[in-house]
T-cell receptor, first 113, second 114 residues
Framework: TQLLEQSPQFLSIQEGENLTVYCNSSSVFSSLQWYRQEPGEGPVLLVTVVTGGEVKKLKRLTFQFGDARKDSSLHITAAQPGDTGLYLCAGQHSNFGNEKLTFGTGTRLTIIP | DADVTQTPRNRITKTGKRIMLECSQTKGHDRMYWYRQDPGLGLRLIYYSFDVKDINKGEISDGYSVSRQAQAKFSLSLESAIPNQTALYFC?????????????FGPGTRLTVL
């Protein structure tokens, strides 16, 4: 059972445009991570959000954790070709002990120059 | 730089063959993981280890086995490969001292079973 749904599955936009991708679940997560994966490489951690309603910015990328900690969004301003990649969210139900990550299905983003 | 490496990067094999994928890390992390990635299915956990000789099954462990004889190394074996094990395989590490289990991935092994 896939607990984290990401949308859209594919997104292709022109350089300079803004975009938002989503990560949704029916269950509550204690923390949520976003990764970016480029072709031929493994995922690389971008950010971890922990508190409901939290907003974190990483240059042109803005990450938000939903108030109820069931969903998250990633907004990119003025997209650049270097933003192209597979964006994965991953959630953790507990921050204690041996909790594993649950990964979403990913959004494949293509920025057209 | 501290890193996670995987060998081989690409492998083509035939049904029924035994295959071993190797993962090494210089990050000093105690936790290691094996995932497979299939189009549209994201990353699914095969096995994980929290310390040397500690082995735990993930959500899709059938047909796979692992070995953790040293902190820096975690190997994944397919005893008798089958075509539906064709996928991209990733090793990852994390540090148990960090609260949020952020993971660091290797570059992946692309495995094709004919």
């Amino acid at each position: 059972t896939q607990l984290l749904e990401q949308s859209p599955q594919f997104l292709s936009i022109q350089e300079g445009e803004n975009l938002t991708v989503y990560c949704n679940s029916s269950s509550v997560f204690s923390s949520l991570q976003w990764y970016r994966q480029e072709p031929g490489e493994g995922p690389v951690l971008l950010v971890t959000v922990v508190t409901g309603g939290e907003v974190k910015k990483l240059k042109r990328l803005t990450f938000q954790f939903g108030d109820a900690r069931k969903d998250s969004s990633l907004h990119i301003t003025a997209a650049q070709p270097g933003d192209t990649g597979l964006y994965l969210c991953a959630g953790q139900h507990s921050n204690f002990g041996n909790e594993k990550l649950t990964f979403g299905t990913g959004t494949r983003l293509t920025i057209i120059p | 730089d501290a890193d996670v490496t995987q060998t081989p990067r690409n492998r083509i094999t035939k049904t029924g063959k035994r295959i071993m994928l190797e993962c090494s890390q210089t990050k000093g992390h105690d936790r290691m993981y094996w995932y497979r990635q299939d189009p549209g299915l994201g990353l699914r956990l095969i096995y994980y280890s929290f310390d040397v000789k500690d082995i735990n099954k993930g959500e899709i462990s059938d047909g796979y086995s692992v070995s953790r004889q040293a902190q820096a190394k975690f190997s994944l074996s397919l005893e008798s490969a089958i075509p539906n094990q064709t996928a991209l395989y990733f090793c990852a590490t994390s540090d148990s001292l960090r609260v949020f289990n952020e993971q660091f991935f290797g570059p992946g092994t692309r495995l094709t079973v004919l």
